[in-house]
């Protein structure tokens, strides 16, 4: 039985429309449990030691999750609706999204989780017709954000700090957000890194301005 961690949960709960797409699945323990509402899910993995984990992990599961061996999405099945591309570098989301920018038409939600390089797969979907519709800070070792975008027709003006963690965690002040910052402060301060990092300093003071 597949038991789902805290940050996985957290990916699942936001999922809302299908069929979905889960990019570099892994084990697949999320596409799986994503496709136990008999809902349609396909989960890639661009080598062939993790697809061949993934299609054991579907098999011993006795799940109808669809495997696909693939790299990005420039391959998209033309039905899915929702990207989940987690797990990974902000630079590689944004290359896979980039490549695979034709396909963008038909994707109504974006689930990413950055873990450096925020600011690039935000960017690029706050100007290429999406916009942030939820937003948080995990903590796995290391804080980096949660976010999930929609297809929009909407167009928004954003400030410069909106594209470093997402314009959500600042508009409703999120707690994990709050904590991140005043983590990031107190470690330069305790370390005498506050001259040093003058410019990181200027912005989380700049941030933490604006959500409290």
Known sequence: MIDLSDRLKKIYDLVSVFPVLDVGADHGYLSIMLEKNFQKVYAS??????YKNLLKTIEDNHS??????????EKLPNDVKTLIIVGMGGDTICDIL???IDKLSQIEEI?????????????????NGYINTYGTIVFEK?????????KSDEILKYRE???????????NRDEMFIKMLSSQLKYYEKNNLLSYKKEEVKKIKKLLSLVK
Request: avoid cysteine.
């Open 45 to 50: 993995e661009k080598n062939e030691g993790p």
């Open 64 to 73: 109808k999750v669809i495997p696909l061996f693939m790299d990005g999405i």
């Open 98 to 100: 980039k490549r695979g």
């Open 111 to 127: 689930i990413i989780e950055p873990q450096i390089s925020f600011s690039q797969p935000i960017t690029f979907l706050l100007n």
């Open 142 to 150: 290391r804080y980096y954000p949660l976010l999930k975008f929609k």
């Open 161 to 171: 700090e909106d594209y470093y963690y997402g314009p959500y965690v600042i508009s």
